[in-house]
Nanobody
């Protein structure tokens, strides 16, 4: 079965860090660009950043620059989102998604992860 499986959500304190994992099953993640989206309650889903299949990152949300980083471990067929210095504005359901290129938007994704809630509270 072709799918993306996410892990690593949960509560964290303001200023804390969290690492999300997005593992592929049934296909090779190395050939895909991986996007990270988030959707906060009552808001539309927004694209946060993308890591291309050549390991370059594109940020779509200025507020996460310098705090969030995407990386790959091709041996594990997994992409990670390292989230540092988390802020009260960051809580949302975070999703990973795979596509051929970065910048295709939500409608251009081939596969979606199940999404995991990230909460930031003291």
């Amino acid at each position: 079965q072709v799918q993306l499986v996410e892990a690593g959500g949960g509560p964290v304190q303001p200023g804390g860090a969290l690492r999300r994992a997005c593992a592929a099953a049934g296909f090779t993640l190395e050939t895909y660009a991986i996007q990270w989206f988030r959707q906060a309650p009552g808001k539309e889903r927004e694209e946060v950043l993308c890591i291309s299949n050549s390991d370059s990152s594109t940020y779509f949300e200025d507020s996460v620059k310098g705090r969030f980083t995407a990386s790959r471990d091709n041996a594990k067929n997994t992409v990670y989102l390292q989230m540092n210095k988390l802020k009260p504005a960051d809580p949302a359901v975070y999703y990973c998604a795979a596509s051929i290129w970065c910048g295709l938007g939500a409608a251009g994704m081939d596969y979606w992860g199940n999404g995991t809630l990230v909460t930031v509270s003291s």
